[in-house]
């Protein structure tokens, strides 16, 4: 019995990191979406054509996740440090 609920407790483990790393990821997304649409942020700092490829990345990095969402713990932190590259 205590065999069990230590793999169990294994196995949650793992599922709490891939959950963190995809709430990270999501909202690192929403986070950088915002942040160049807001006058007070970098909205009016940037050229236009960096905010276009901002924007583009993000849509990248949201239609990944969207078609993704059980994607390993790995996954989600490779394609976070993709978007802030």
Same mark, same amino acid.
Do not use: H
């Given at each position: 019995?205590?065999?069990e609920?230590? =793999?169990?407790a294994?196995?949650?483990k793992?599922?709490?990191?891939r ?11 929403y ?8 006058p007070?942020k970098?909205a009016?700092?940037i050229?236009?054509?960096d ?6 990345a993000?849509?990248?990095a ?5 078609a993704?969402?059980?994607g390993? =713990? ?7 440090? =993709?978007l802030?590259?």
């Amino acid at each position: 019995m205590i065999e069990e609920a230590e =793999k169990f407790a294994d196995q949650d483990k793992v599922a709490k990191e891939r959950i963190d790393a995809k709430n990270a990821f999501e909202s690192y997304i929403y986070s950088m979406r915002n942040t160049i649409e807001d006058p007070e942020k970098l909205a009016n700092k940037i050229s236009d054509d960096d905010k276009s490829s901002i924007k583009d990345a993000i849509a990248e990095a949201q239609t990944w996740l969207d078609a993704n969402l059980n994607g390993s =713990k790995e996954e989600f932190e490779e394609n976070q440090k =993709k978007l802030e590259r």
